[in-house]
Structures are given as structure tokens and as C-alpha cells.
């Protein structure tokens, strides 16, 4: 199962793009790259998964690499509302069994 | 449409006790999820349902069973709990098509063991 990295914490100013990497290098060619974000003691929320091409939603845009080893996901104007854990997650099964790593901390200061 | 809806909120339990975590979501999904989350750590998945009348074990399952009532419904059973299962509760589901995965969480179930 393809694992992924990611930085355990970032800070961001309010108003700024922010900028998430997120490193899965063993991907397989048929595994979307999916991500979720929690704000505290609440349920994780959906914002955005692609495959090979670059994706935007009115939440955020997904930028994957050509050779798919890594992405980024960018929040374009982070709002104080923005802050949460951010999970970036690889498909791990055919019918979509995720697997959560421990996220990125993302703060957003006025 | 409530999507995923999950009780109790709250729960304190003695060692050795027993209860169920109930979930329902009303999206007409296929599969469902149970995971818990300790504090500071990510999600870990204790149970899931990849359709009505199946289960299978995720990463965490020592200490739960689970039963998958029908399409709507996907309940968690603690028979005898300990401390090391205080933690948040968090069901989801999904809809399986080809390409899309999207989770949808309910909102948890605060375990404390004492």
C-alpha cells in the first residue's frame, strides 16, 4: 500500500496561499491521492482527490507531479477558519479503505 | 438529509461494562466505517463495511465487533471495555463508484473509560 509524508505542522498568514505537500513516492498507477482536513474535536471533511491531473474546487486546488510522487494541495486565501489537520491520503484499496496518517497542522495567524 | 449520524455523543464507562455505538446515514451509501481517533494521533480504522450483510477487520479491531443492521445502519459493540479504548469514535460512509471515494464522517462518540 502506497504510504504518504507530511510535514507534522505549518503556519500560514491569514489572507496568504497556503502551500501543503504531501510526498507518496510508492503510488501505484490506478491510486487517487485524496485529502481530508479536521478542524478540532470534529468529523474530517472531504476537500478535494484527483489522479494525474491537476484539480480545483471552490475549496482548493490539488497539483499532482508528472511522475505522481508527490502533490500539493493549496488553500488559495487561508481564513482563520482554515485551521485544522490536513490529511493527505492514497486509495489503499479497490473500494476505498483509507488509511489517516498523523496530518499537517495547519495554523492560520491574523 | 442528516448525512451521518452518530450517538451517544458522550459515554463514561467502568472497566467491564458494555455498550454500543450506534451510526446511521440516510446518503443511500454502500460501505461503511468505524474508526477511532486518540488524542493527538490520526485515525485508525477498527471495522468496516464494504456492503449490507459484510464486515471485515481494519488496522484496530481487538476488543469491538460490529454488526451492519442494514444498508442504513452499521453499529459498534464494546463487550467489555477497557481504559485504552477511551478515545473519539468517528463512523463515515461512502458511496463505491469507480472514481469517487469521498468519505462523509458523522460527528463522534466521546468515549472515556474509568
Known amino acids: 500500500d502506497a504510504k504518504t509524508t507530511q510535514p507534522p505542522s505549518m503556519d500560514c498568514a491569514e489572507g496568504r496561499a497556503a502551500n501543503l505537500p504531501c510526498n507518496h513516492s510508492t503510488i501505484s498507477g490506478n491510486e487517487y491521492v485524496y485529502w481530508y482536513r479536521q478542524i478540532h474535536s470534529q468529523g474530517p471533511q472531504y476537500i478535494i482527490h484527483?489522479?494525474?491531473n491537476n484539480e480545483t474546487n471552490e475549496m482548493a486546488s490539488l497539483i499532482i507531479t508528472e511522475d505522481r510522487k508527490s502533490s500539493t494541495l493549496i488553500l488559495p486565501h487561508a481564513t482563520l477558519r482554515d485551521t485544522a489537520v490536513y490529511y493527505c491520503?492514497?486509495?489503499?484499496?479497490?473500494?476505498?479503505?483509507?488509511?489517516f496518517g498523523a496530518g499537517t497542522q495547519v495554523v492560520v495567524t491574523p | 438529509n442528516a448525512g451521518v449520524t452518530q450517538t451517544p455523543k458522550f459515554q463514561v464507562l467502568k472497566t467491564g461494562q458494555s455498550m454500543t455505538l450506534q451510526c446511521a446515514q440516510d446518503?443511500?451509501?454502500?460501505?461503511m466505517y468505524w474508526y477511532r481517533q486518540d488524542p493527538g494521533m490520526g485515525l485508525r480504522l477498527i471495522y468496516y463495511?464494504?456492503?449490507?450483510?459484510?464486515?471485515d477487520k481494519g488496522e484496530v479491531p481487538n476488543g469491538y465487533n460490529v454488526s451492519r443492521l442494514n444498508k442504513r445502519e452499521f453499529s459498534l459493540r464494546l463487550e467489555s471495555a477497557a481504559p485504552s479504548q477511551t478515545s473519539v469514535y468517528f463512523c463515515a460512509s461512502h458511496v463505491r463508484a469507480l472514481s469517487s471515494y469521498e468519505q462523509y464522517f458523522g460527528p463522534g462518540t466521546r468515549l472515556t473509560v474509568t
Open positions: 491520503i492514497v486509495r489503499t484499496d479497490s473500494w476505498g479503505k483509507f488509511q
Open positions: 463495511s464494504a456492503s449490507e450483510g459484510t464486515t
Open positions: 484527483g489522479l494525474k
Open positions: 446518503m443511500n451509501h454502500n460501505s
